[in-house]
């Protein structure tokens, strides 16, 4: 009876290591990488570059929502049960996901349930029709159906290509949408329903979960009512399975989702937001709430940019050697990195204001800059002659942020990624320990501790342009393990790091 304890225990944490030295990448699929010439990224394209997210380092993809929908990025579906044609078939989807199950890696997918565009069938078939068997299925403000409480609501928006459409409120109190809800996100745990999930999703990003739809007061209490039954349902059938929140209040740490929202992971929206600004004591305050007031089990996805910001390396004042500096910050402390595809590259972009278009929010969603002259196989450029945001699009042939520039280059974004996802898998300090802050008297350089059992990995880090004297770099230039080259010896026996320098230590018995 104590071995089998001692097993299951051993077992339980091996699996949080796991999923502890997950590397996310966030992709938005329709820009990534196009297999069959019509310039929209699809399932084959992701399987024909799993081999350049392993060589990054990546164990787990997190797709943007796959199902048929009126908007490019399909967010608000017309049909939650099939894949939009453009991404190819649910053949594709599966040889996918068993092709990366394969290879040890994870994949997971985004929806979003909360709402249904205007040519759902709930909708088209209960529009100005009460009798209709969809009829509660939407929100409607009055009897016979014929005012739908639209999103944000506005009756209509219009699209990059100058379409227009309706997006509605799914009526979440409804049982018979609760069944449905569960009954679909099975469907992608268990395709085939063997139980083997070698075809499943290993984990669901839900967005703009909210507990108060949209603060409106009208759809209340669905973490308890909503999310905690289908999830732990859902649950029950792959105990394995994650599932991601993504908060709709940016400036919150998410901890009421953790107790209230049965969910695993959420985004450290207000690390995010520190590191953006560079300053030390605004990131170690975000990160002290980011990392230590988790429940067991539960974890932050740490981020630097994702389909709905800003791109980092657009950020004011934004150079080489700070963009080095942000993905050192976010994949040595602490949580569970996730890299939105293009950022290990430098890809620019940040939205604009064209008018009343989702067309806004395609130069952070911009083709993956493959190749130096901006041509080539797959090139996903879906959007092409489409408006001002091709013509003002921010790729550009030669300008150093492509991977046939970067792949090569000891120097590049890339390999400075690479490097450090490799050093965070070496070093279990890295991904299964906890994270502390270490004080310091100089105001520019953040330090702080990754530690487990008798292990630590001290990480040093230089926020600003200018060499900083610091007393905490270690005697011992062996137990340096990434950055000795930013290491300077004083003449008076004093060290300093160098601008913009990162600098580990390992202290390990």
């Not at 409480?149 to 459409?165: G, I, M, Q, R």
């Not at 997006?167 to 809800?181: F, G, L, P, R, S």
């Not at 530690?451 to 137990?479: C, W, Y």
Request: aromatic letters at 14%; a negative charge.
């Amino acid at each position: 009876m104590k071995i089998k304890f001692l097993i299951v225990i051993f077992c339980l944490f091996c699996q949080i290591g796991l999923a502890q030295n997950e590397v996310v990448y966030h992709v938005f699929q329709r820009s990534f990488f196009d297999s069959d010439g019509d310039e929209n990224g699809d399932l084959k394209g992701m399987r024909e570059k799993l081999d350049y997210l392993q060589d990054l380092g990546v164990t787990t993809i997190l797709l943007t929502p796959l199902y048929v929908s009126d908007f490019y990025h399909n967010y608000f579906a017309d049909d939650f049960e099939n894949i939009d044609p453009e991404y190819g078939s649910m053949k594709d989807y599966i040889d996918l996901v068993k092709e990366v199950h394969r290879r040890k890696m994870k994949i997971y997918q985004d929806v979003e349930m909360q709402y249904v565009s205007g040519n759902h069938p709930w909708f088209k078939d209960s529009f100005e029709n009460p009798k209709s068997e969809y009829s509660k299925f939407v929100v409607y403000n009055d009897a016979e159906n014929k005012k739908p409480w639209y999103f944000f609501d506005v009756p209509e928006f219009t699209t990059y290509d100058n379409a227009k459409h309706k997006i509605i409120v799914v009526n979440m109190k409804e049982q018979a949408v609760k069944e449905y809800t569960l009954k679909v996100l099975k469907s992608w745990v268990d395709p085939n329903n063997d139980g083997k999930f070698d075809d499943g999703v290993d984990g669901f990003r839900l967005d703009h979960m909210m507990d108060n739809l949209d603060n409106a007061n009208r759809l209340t209490g669905l973490f308890s009512d909503f999310w905690t039954p289908v999830l732990t349902q859902l649950k029950a059938v792959n105990p394995k399975l994650k599932i991601v929140a993504e908060q709709a209040n940016w400036n919150s740490f998410g901890h009421d989702y953790f107790e209230k929202g049965n969910v695993d992971y959420v985004f450290a929206f207000r690390l995010k937001f520190a590191i953006n600004s560079f300053e030390k004591e605004k990131i170690i305050k975000a990160a002290d709430s980011t990392f230590n007031y988790n429940p067991s089990g539960k974890n932050q996805f740490v981020f630097l940019e994702n389909h709905d910001t800003k791109r980092f390396a657009s950020e004011p004042g934004m150079t080489l050697e700070k963009e080095k500096v942000a993905a050192a910050i976010q994949l040595l402390i602490g949580g569970i990195p996730s890299i939105y595809y293009g950022q290990e590259i430098g890809m620019n972009g940040q939205q604009q204001q064209f008018g009343m278009t989702d067309g806004n929010d395609i130069p952070v969603r911009e083709a993956f800059d493959w190749y130096a002259n901006g041509e080539g196989k797959g090139v996903a450029e879906w959007y092409k002659n489409t408006g001002v945001w091709w013509d003002k699009r921010n790729s550009q042939a030669n300008d150093g942020i492509s991977f046939e520039e970067q792949q090569k280059d000891p120097e590049s974004l890339f390999n400075f990624y690479r490097s450090l996802i490799k050093l965070r898998k070496k070093y279990t300090g890295l991904h299964r320990g906890s994270y502390r802050n270490i004080p310091n008297d100089n105001p520019s350089v953040l330090t702080f501790e990754r530690f487990n059992a008798r292990k630590k990995i001290i990480v040093s880090i230089n926020l600003s342009d200018r060499e900083q004297v610091f007393e905490t770099i270690p005697n011992n230039p062996a137990k340096v393990v990434f950055g000795g080259n930013y290491l300077k010896n004083l003449n008076d026996g004093k060290k300093a790091i160098a601008p913009y320098g990162v600098i580990v230590v390992y202290e390990g018995n």
